[in-house]
């Protein structure tokens, strides 16, 4: 039997509104599939205003320029996390101070912040690693203390929630001033390529809407808002095609269908290797109680990096793909040189330790399971 790492999962009614798209005569973006796609969000999460984008990585862009990151600000980030989470502020020329996960998740481990803030910090940008929620009453309060932007990096945590201090539970990507959101093929939701950036800020709007067309006031202009459009700021081609958003609808539709399986994974991958993680000394994912779980992915923390690379050879004999995650961003080629040098103990540890499953919708979770317990 072959298990790959990922399968897309396809709800059957893609293509059909692909083909709708065409028919329309609109495929450019910002049409019917993309208002019906920044509607729902807006109208079942309750974010103040969506814009799809052509991937999270460019809704991260417009996040660091509408805070108007500039040379020599600096922003706080996880180096447990995707290059894109990082890169999109170093392309406006800010530094990036890298901060440690907990000892027992990937999140950012918020008791750190504080420490690292100095009068050139402009923002916080939290990753909700497996859609997990990091602690973002602790992420806010200490933005509000510092005036700081919070963007959260929620490329993984469609449809979970954080629950506060005063027990009310709120969507990831609802919380912060800006978030962003993925749709690449291994989310719970997918369109191939293609991401979100969610403004929760109101004074973001008017611009948000003027970088993602190119640095020009066209949204103004087909709302009849100006006589005629030109460029009036900076901008890229942040808009995705309708063919994008007509993928993106159909799966939409079926969200909660889709969660419902996934979680149903999730829960299986947990009873069948909670006893064998017990016995070879493997941790099994953690998840704060201030956090719902979206069953973005399954993982395990090996004892040693000797170990997970036994488990990944192994399985493979066996036809199933396992991977292991993000490497630490502060020791990269790319950046390390630049890193203050501060040892950042949890999240090398995950580099080292950290093995992803194969999860999609129809995996046979029980196979996977008995050869784990067949090592």
């Not at 460019?58 to 509408?66: G, H, S």
């Not at 973002?136 to 629950?163: G, H, R, S, W």
């Not at 973001?204 to 459009?229: C, H, L, M």
């Not at 704060?288 to 923390?301: E, G, K, Q, R, V």
């Amino acid at each position: 039997m072959k298990i790959p790492f990922n399968k897309p999962y396809f709800t059957g009614k893609e293509t059909e509104y692909i083909e709708d798209a065409v028919k329309n005569g609109h495929i450019s973006g910002n049409g019917k599939y993309t208002k019906l796609c920044q509607s729902y969000f807006e109208k079942t999460y309750g974010f103040k205003k969506c814009l799809l984008t052509t991937s999270c990585t460019d809704a991260l862009e417009m996040a660091a320029i509408l805070i108007d990151i500039r040379p020599g600000d600096e922003v706080i980030v996880p180096s447990f996390t995707f290059v894109s989470t990082v890169n999109a502020f170093i392309l406006r020329g800010a530094k990036v101070v890298f901060i440690d996960s907990h000892f027992d998740n990937p999140c950012v481990d918020e008791n750190q912040i504080e420490s690292l803030i100095t009068n050139k910090t402009k923002a916080i940008i939290p990753v909700h690693y497996a859609g997990v929620a990091c602690d973002m009453d602790k992420i806010m309060e200490i933005a509000e203390k510092y005036q700081l932007f919070v963007i959260e990096d929620a490329a993984q945590a469609i449809d979970n929630y954080y629950t506060g201090k005063n027990g009310i539970k709120r969507p990831l990507g609802s919380i912060g001033h800006l978030a962003a959101f993925s749709f690449h093929e291994t989310k719970n939701v997918i369109s191939g390529e293609g991401g979100m950036l969610v403004i929760n800020d109101e004074s973001f709007n008017d611009r948000a809407e003027i970088i993602w067309e190119k640095g020009t006031n066209r949204s103004a202009f087909f709302k009849g808002q100006v006589d005629k459009y030109g460029w009036v700021d900076i901008g890229s081609s942040f808009l995705p095609s309708e063919i994008i958003a007509a993928f993106l609808w159909a799966q939409l539709e079926n969200i909660e269908f889709i969660q419902n399986l996934r979680k149903e994974i999730w829960i299986n991958y947990y009873k069948g290797l909670d006893e064998w993680a017990k016995n070879q000394d493997v941790k099994l994912p953690t998840i704060p109680d201030y956090s719902s779980n979206n069953a973005h992915m399954f993982y395990i923390l090996c004892n040693s990096t000797k170990q997970r690379d036994f488990i990944i050879s192994s399985l493979k004999m066996k036809g199933i793909q396992t991977v292991f995650h993000y490497q630490s961003l502060h020791s990269s080629v790319f950046y390390h040189q630049q890193h203050d040098g501060r040892v950042l103990y949890n999240s090398d540890k995950f580099s080292n330790v950290l093995l992803r499953l194969p999860f999609y919708i129809g995996i046979d979770t029980n196979y996977v399971i008995h050869q784990f317990n067949n090592l």
